[in-house]
């Protein structure tokens, strides 16, 4: 664990007597005592608070918007040019073949694009943006700490530090005053819940996350519960369910990819393997991300090959993503099946242990969102 990065809140993680492991590089909370499953249902009716530090931070720069806008519409399959200031979108950078680099969240701060890139990932997205972008800078941001805080509970919270939080709608970006701290804040999060993501100075995140732990409604949450919430939203884990390898139609994000980038709109295709991606959102793909709900209590989990009869020998698809879903009480896994299969309501076989269990397709996500529109 010496090796690794630590986050500027590792000896607040440690005081708090986090469970740390290896993650992306990084010694990363997976639980505190309160434990996986109490941490994840506190975040659906309370509020957590999760370190995300390990993850990227970067603003891109150059004459003014537009040129920032234009320049990065080369890389990423989304309207940047049409996103209001102060505003954030989803997306992702895409490869020659149509498959995914990494998928991000992107702002429009007025004079610069301000991104949050996968942490496994940041180095890669860095020069890749450094490499095929003229007439900007990219530049990361290391003397920031990056925190969530999850959850209904979450506006209650943040406002009682400054107000401006409260007027937020999803995926609005502010700045504001939080524990006398300059801090760039989003209404987002990827827990399926409402909440805010808080960049904040590295010097004043051990004092900010006391404060807000201080509250009587929020709880640290650590990486366990934090992928059990992202699993039970639907949202895609990056290098799981999406990779290279996978398109944004395979994996079902159709809805990241607004009309003016699609076939007849005003700034079509001109990102890497548009040919395939622009082709597939009219046609369909070949295979399609799907939710899985397993029968009886047993979590089926990532790699667990899935057959459409308990005694075909050749597999039709696999898992990406699965666990226990404490919101629902039951296990939930997502998959990828070939489109003409992936039919809502209809039975597929995982292996389990030498048995072929039968999982029903679902739509997601497998929890309502909640998020404040």
Not at 52 to 74: F, P
Not at 139 to 163: F, K, M, N
């Amino acid at each position: 664990m010496s090796e690794l990065f630590h986050t500027p809140l590792h000896d607040l993680h440690l005081a708090l007597d986090a469970k740390m492991v290896p993650f992306a590089g990084y010694a990363m909370p997976v639980q505190y005592p309160m434990g996986v499953l109490q941490e994840h249902l506190h975040t659906r009716n309370k509020a957590g608070l999760f370190d995300v530090s390990h993850m990227g931070q970067v603003v891109i720069k150059g004459d003014n918007y537009q040129t920032v806008a234009t320049a990065l519409e080369a890389l990423i399959p989304v309207d940047i040019l049409g996103l209001d200031q102060d505003r954030q979108r989803y997306g992702f950078f895409t490869g020659d073949a149509g498959g995914i680099l990494d998928d991000l969240m992107l702002a429009n701060r007025g004079d610069h694009i301000f991104m949050v890139v996968n942490a496994g990932r940041k180095a890669d997205d860095i020069a890749h943006m450094k490499a095929n972008l003229s007439g900007v800078t990219v530049t990361e941001i290391t003397d920031r700490a990056l925190l969530a805080l999850q959850g209904p509970a979450s506006e209650a919270v943040l406002s009682a530090l400054d107000p401006k939080a409260a007027s937020m709608r999803f995926m609005d970006v502010a700045t504001l005053s939080l524990a006398r701290a300059e801090c760039w804040v989003s209404r987002s999060g990827y827990t399926g819940e409402d909440g805010f993501e808080i960049s904040v100075p590295a010097a004043e995140a051990d004092t900010l996350a006391k404060e807000l732990l201080a509250h009587a409604d929020v709880a640290p949450i650590g990486l366990g519960a934090r992928d059990s919430l992202r699993l039970e939203g639907g949202l895609c884990l990056y290098g799981h369910d999406i990779d290279t390898e996978t398109t944004p139609t395979q994996a079902s994000l159709n809805w990241a990819i607004q009309k003016v980038r699609r076939i007849g709109g005003d700034r079509m295709g001109g990102f890497p393997g548009a040919d395939v991606i622009l082709t597939e959102l009219i046609q369909g793909a070949a295979s399609k991300r799907v939710g899985l709900l397993p029968e009886g209590r047993a979590p089926m989990r990532e790699g667990v090959p899935l057959f459409a009869q308990a005694d075909d020998a050749t597999p039709i698809g696999k898992i990406t993503s699965g666990g226990f879903g404490p919101t629902i009480g039951a296990p939930v896994a997502m998959g990828y099946l070939p489109t003409e299969q992936a039919i809502e309501g209809a039975t597929v076989y995982g292996e389990l242990r030498g048995k072929r269990l039968p999982m029903t397709i679902t739509s997601l996500p497998f929890t309502p969102a909640n998020f404040k529109r």
